[in-house]
């Protein structure tokens, strides 16, 4: 093939190179600029062209290196360009677009909202009322008598403030509150955040949540109240659980008891969680005392009512399990996107 095909041929080849990498960039420059490519082989044939057309050839040749010279500078600039945006050449509007991160739901809220949404299907109403609380929507008007231990230094954070003496040590405040400003029937729960004044460790805090229910009206039973809570854990935990109550002491309910639920982990059977007795304390309940419904503006000969009142922690503990309690309110996202989904594995 003589020199001037050669530069024709050339010529055509560098025009037409593409390259869909830095190699076969770098392949190009090596196949044709390089030590051995195919331009620099054409200045060694060089030599013998003769003399009066070494000018015109020069000349020719000069411009095929020069371009593919900008060839190569061309294909390496797309190539950087492209692996650097990490976008496809074309672009393709039917992609699906990514995923925007969503936040989830804080635990203590599943679960706070899984009590409420039992309780609302059985006809409750929801009621609020302030965390800092007079001594007697918290005491008082629940037959706490003066010297309480329960109002001692110990178990209440006491404060200085025109709305109250004292951060609310259970929500049955709330339901001193609406016995107070409404009239039976009354069926309510007061889910909401309490204090006590209590060493911070994994099993215990200073602050935690509580659903205390309320439900005064003509002949309310204490049989009623067992078939609520039944009910209740059944629902939320699965219609093999069931409960039973031990009596127990609360000024503010006679008579009173504490409900255990059987084990969800072994089924009575006895296992770490049940501390081997196949229950599991859940709350405390009991039939209103009369002195409180009177405190409360309610004729007790009247009316008669049942209250209960669990802990949120308490009932999410026994959901999810979380080693150590502390960790509701660090509120770190690793710990929290985990329960996007309402379920966490430990
Ligand atoms: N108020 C009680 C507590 O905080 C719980 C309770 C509510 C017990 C209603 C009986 C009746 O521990």
């Known amino acids: 093939m003589n020199l001037q095909t050669r530069i024709e041929a050339l010529e055509a080849e560098v025009g037409a190179a593409t390259a869909g990498n830095a190699d076969e960039v770098e392949r190009f420059r090596v196949a044709t600029l390089g030590r051995n490519g195919s331009i620099t082989a054409l200045f060694e044939d060089f030599k013998q062209v003769p003399p009066d057309e070494k000018r015109a050839f020069g000349q020719r040749m000069n411009r095929l290196k020069e371009l593919a010279q ?7 600039a797309a190539v950087e360009k492209n692996t650097s945006t990490q976008e496809p ?17 804080h635990p203590i809220t599943l679960v706070r909202q899984r009590i409420t949404d039992v309780f609302a299907r059985m006809g409750y109403t929801v009621s609020q009322g302030p965390e800092v609380e007079d001594d007697h929507h918290n005491f008082s008007a629940l037959n706490f008598p003066p010297d309480h231990p329960a109002r001692d230094m110990q178990d209440t954070f006491f404060v200085e403030s025109s709305e ?23 069926r309510t729960i007061s889910p909401g955040r309490v204090y006590r004044n209590e060493a911070i460790s994994a099993r215990a805090h200073c602050m935690f949540h509580q659903v205390e229910g309320l439900y005064v009206d ?17 629902s939320l935990f699965g219609p093999e659980v069931t409960i039973r109550m031990r009596p ?24 770490n969680l049940c501390k081997h007795s196949g229950w599991v304390e859940i709350m405390g309940c009991g039939m209103v005392d009369p002195a409180v419904l009177t405190n409360c503006g309610i004729d007790p000969g009247e009316y008669s009512g049942f209250a209960f009142g669990m802990g949120v922690e308490r009932i999410a503990q026994l959901i999810y ?5 502390r960790l509701y309110w660090e509120n770190d996202v690793r710990f929290l996107e985990q329960f ?7």
Not at 219 to 230: P, Q, R
Not at 340 to 346: K, M, Q, V
């Open 218 to 234: 003509k002949g309310v039973s204490f049989a009623e109240l067992k078939g609520t809570l039944a009910h209740f854990v059944k």
């Open 321 to 325: 399990r979380v080693p150590d309690l």
């Open 248 to 271: 127990s002491y609360f000024p503010f309910t006679e008579p009173s008891a504490e409900v255990d639920m059987s084990c969800t982990v072994c089924g009575g059977k006895g296992c």
């Open 89 to 105: 050449t074309t672009a393709d509007p039917t992609r699906p677009a990514l995923a925007e991160p969503v936040g989830s739901l």
């Open 164 to 186: 109250g003496s004292a951060l609310r040590t259970h929500t049955s405040s709330v339901q001193v509150r609406v016995m107070e400003s409404s009239t039976p029937p009354i």
């Open 340 to 346: 996007s989904d309402g379920a966490f594995r430990a």
């Open 70 to 76: 900008n060839r190569w500078k061309d294909l390496l």
